[in-house]
């Protein structure tokens, strides 16, 4: 199927904002990650630029590795994505809801029962960020003494969707006729048991729920390692990814999309959405900046923290010369495989020394960064478009709300001014939206 000339676009919505100083920034509530106004508002402001979907992240633990780190960030005080989600399901009539769970330290019914509600709540505009978890202190919290490898956790949550799809397949759609005059209220020929016994998991079902208005809430992914690509080709209908070079952007692209023809999916049933961190002024000096007074705002422990982290907890950061050129490669880590690997090949394309890369990983995280006016930022996310590097955006404002204002008033009426970005919501569910399909029930007889 042809591709759709227009660009999906995502609000990845963090309390403050992407950038690690956006806590500090006086247009932003200092305590927005437990204020449900805040967040709505966020979600009103995506909704009233047809915005396909606001994103939720997650992990769950405090990530920081040193208390000098800790005290300094606002990551910690925010609320549980499906939970959220839920509030914002009544606040909202269009946009949808994606809301990010691991499959490392939940049980598959779990996770099923909690996507179906949110799915019936929403009327149709859930998705699930299928994640596995990459911190090693998220294991303390849930009995382990440490983080699975990183293959075998791809292969317990490649188990673990498929029990979940076949929870939401138990009941088939016309199931629930609830007919007072008979009183029947539901036609047990259409119940089907999953009896499901794997590697990792035992699970009878069925579930306690009815089938989800899409059939399955959408199911995004965000994994970029060999590992991970395999997998999204597999289960994915929206992909997020972080990758900054056009070239790599492309070549990611067209891997994906080719191993997803080899698994007879259609090119538009698997949407690449890459992350971008747009920092807006009216002339490009202005956004500059407003990027500085970010760094400004940025202590040195974070700096560290982050950047460690990110770059797979393998090195001791704080004993490197700092003016020193990025190594090639570091010790390959069991945590987040992929994002290690866009940092380092970033490093050498731009000859970027330890501090300049540390200061980046605070700014982006390897995200595409575009500093400078709407149309410098219109121009860049429509060459990826066009050239095949994505299919759409995962929009990361450096700050929240006036980051994201600023894009909604400035940038959005250039996508739209060339005919790259919708006016209004096309469908009521997501998956029309998008332009998925909605999955057939796999226990159900086809004509």
């Not at 995502?10 to 403050?16: H, R, V």
């Not at 990551?75 to 509030?87: G, K, Q, V, Y």
């Not at 009426?413 to 057939?440: I, Q």
Request: hydrophobic content about 40%; proline content about 5%.
């Amino acid at each position: 199927m042809q591709r759709n000339d227009e660009m999906a676009l995502g609000l990845y919505l963090m309390q403050a904002g992407y950038h690690e100083g956006a806590w500090r920034d006086p247009s932003v509530p200092v305590n927005g990650g437990v204020d449900i106004d805040h967040y709505a508002h966020l979600a009103a402001l995506a909704e009233g630029a047809a915005f396909h979907f606001v994103f939720i992240p997650d992990s769950p633990s405090v990530v920081e590795q040193d208390l000098a780190s800790l005290a300094r960030v606002s990551r910690n005080d925010t609320f549980e994505p499906i939970t959220l989600m839920s509030a914002l399901a009544s606040r909202t009539q269009h946009v949808g809801l994606v809301a990010t769970a691991t499959t490392t330290y939940h049980q598959p019914y779990h996770l099923a029962r909690m996507f179906a509600s949110l799915d019936h709540m929403s009327r149709g505009r859930a998705a699930w960020n299928i994640v596995t978890s990459g911190y090693k202190f998220e294991a303390h919290n849930f009995s382990e003494d440490g983080l699975v490898d990183h293959d075998m956790r791809y292969a317990r949550a490649r188990e673990f969707v498929g029990i979940v799809k076949g929870l939401w397949d138990s009941w088939e759609t016309d199931a629930f006729i609830r007919d007072k005059n008979i009183g029947i209220y539901v036609d047990t020929m259409k119940l089907h048991l999953l009896n499901h016994r794997g590697h990792f998991f035992s699970v009878r079902g069925p579930l306690n729920v009815a089938r989800p208005p899409q059939g399955y809430p959408v199911l995004v992914q965000a994994g970029a390692s060999d590992a991970g690509i395999q997998f999204g080709a597999e289960i994915a209908e929206v992909v997020f990814t972080a990758e900054p070079s056009l070239e790599n952007g492309q070549r990611y692209y067209a891997t994906l999309k080719d191993k997803a023809r080899g698994l007879d999916r259609s090119d538009d049933q698997v949407l690449i959405m890459p992350g971008i961190v747009p920092v807006i002024g009216k002339t490009k000096q202005e956004a500059e900046e407003k990027l500085k007074r970010l760094q400004s705002s940025t202590h040195i422990d974070v700096l560290f923290d982050t950047a460690d982290r990110w770059l797979g907890s393998v090195t001791d950061l704080r004993a490197v010369n700092l003016d020193s050129l990025v190594p090639d490669t570091l010790p390959r880590t069991n945590l987040i495989q992929s994002r290690q690997k866009v940092l380092l090949e970033l490093a050498a394309r731009q000859k970027l020394t330890w501090r300049e890369l540390i200061r980046l990983v605070s700014d982006s995280r390897g995200h595409l960064m575009v500093v400078g006016t709407p149309d410098e930022i219109a121009d860049t996310m429509v060459d990826r478009f066009d050239q095949r590097a994505a299919d759409g955006f995962n929009v990361l404002p450096a700050t929240v709300p006036s980051g994201f204002k600023d894009f909604v008033e400035l940038v959005v009426p250039e996508l739209r001014r060339r005919g790259k970005f919708r006016c209004r919501y096309s469908g009521k569910t997501l998956r029309e939206n998008l332009g998925l399909k909605p999955p057939l029930n796999r226990f159900t007889k086809l004509p």
